[in-house]
């Protein structure tokens, strides 16, 4: 079937949309009505599937929208998704790749997070769901009925929560996912506040200590396991984002590159994933600096793509998984290439 020839549905790309004679009116007469896109803000998530505009948008594009973009340009009908070459990356699920093993996901709730969690647990495996948002875990949790999900509410800055996490697993964890973080306000060092420092160290890294921390007696004492910590692609350079943001995933690093070589001896593998552009739909502070903005645009223009939480979670998942049994200390830029530019 070519290209022309193949129905358009939530799972073609946005560039799909766009270049399609019916699909890229449709798509036009929306973005002329207002709301969270215009037709150059799409150029860099040309490749995404339109589906990753509901995350993208935060809300402003409802499901209830792409649904009625599907129907309207296939004459009412919805076509049968397809698996056709050419087409948009999909994932595919391994069955029973985590069967039998329990695995902490921190930010579960959104993003990558739940991305990740949703996959490990459609893969056989007992999710420890960690979030902050109590109704956010319930909806992972209506989702798939059928699932091994525990959700856990929690701050992983509070050791308190911490303690709950482990408990929740009762005795057993078999990997763990550092996935929950927070954006910074693009500030540059001398405008970095003590309340934005704080915050986004405290998440984004100590958050991760305090929990790698917690459940390693486990994984020691089972003589196995496997840690996975979401860095970023400002863990790798210096110019994709602020300054506190920065420092926090270069310090994931570290935290990684430290645990991967003391444990190595001992069955625990300790890797990284460094993200480059991905549609997760996390705000940013209300106030972003305008000169670390100006400071970072350029650089920031030059992601070569922008990808959707389940590619991310296809990273993290193999590593957290036996599939990288021979991978320690790794850290993956998951990136479209942006750290090769």
Do not use: C
Not at 27 to 55: M, N, T, Y
Not at 96 to 105: I, L, P, S
Not at 304 to 312: F, R
């Amino acid at each position: 079937m070519t290209e022309s020839a193949r129905p358009l549905t939530g799972s073609s790309s946005i560039g799909d949309w766009l270049d399609h004679p019916e699909g890229g009116a449709l798509i036009r007469e929306v973005l002329g009505q207002g709301g969270a896109f215009d037709e150059s803000s799409l150029a860099p998530v040309r490749g995404l599937p339109l589906q990753q505009l509901v995350a993208l948008s935060q809300g402003q594009v409802p499901q209830a929208l792409v649904d009625d973009l599907v129907l309207r340009v296939n004459g009412g009908v919805v076509p049968e998704e397809t698996d056709a070459e050419g087409g948009p990356w999909r994932e595919r699920v391994t069955d029973g790749r985590f069967a039998g093993k329990t695995v902490v996901v921190t930010g579960a709730a959104s993003g990558i997070g739940r991305a990740t969690a949703s996959r490990i647990a459609r893969e056989g495996g007992r999710v420890i769901a960690v979030d902050i948002s109590t109704d956010r875990l319930a909806a992972l949790v209506e989702s798939l009925p059928d699932a091994a999900i525990v959700p856990v509410a929690g701050d992983i800055t509070k050791q308190e929560d911490i303690d709950s996490i482990v408990a929740a697993a009762d005795g057993r964890i078999d990997a763990l996912a550092n996935v929950a973080g927070i954006n910074d306000d693009f500030s540059p060092l001398h405008e970095t506040s003590d309340a934005m420092w704080d915050r986004v160290i405290g998440i984004n890294l100590t958050g991760g200590f305090k929990l790698s921390r917690a459940v390693l007696p486990l994984m020691l004492e089972a003589g196995r396991g496997s840690i996975v910590n979401v860095a970023s692609e400002a863990g790798l350079r210096g110019n994709a984002s602020g300054n506190a943001y920065t420092v926090s995933k270069h310090g994931v690093i570290g935290l990684t590159k430290s645990a991967a070589f003391m444990y190595a001896k001992q069955g625990v593998r300790v890797n990284a994933v460094a993200p480059g552009g991905v549609a997760t739909g996390i705000p940013f502070p209300a106030n972003v600096s305008e000169v670390g903005a100006a400071r970072l645009q350029p650089f920031q223009a030059a992601i070569p793509s922008i990808a959707a939480a389940e590619e991310l979670a296809a990273s993290i998942t193999f590593l957290l998984s036996d599939d990288a049994v021979n991978i320690n200390g790794a850290i993956l830029a998951s990136d479209g290439g942006w750290s090769v530019q």
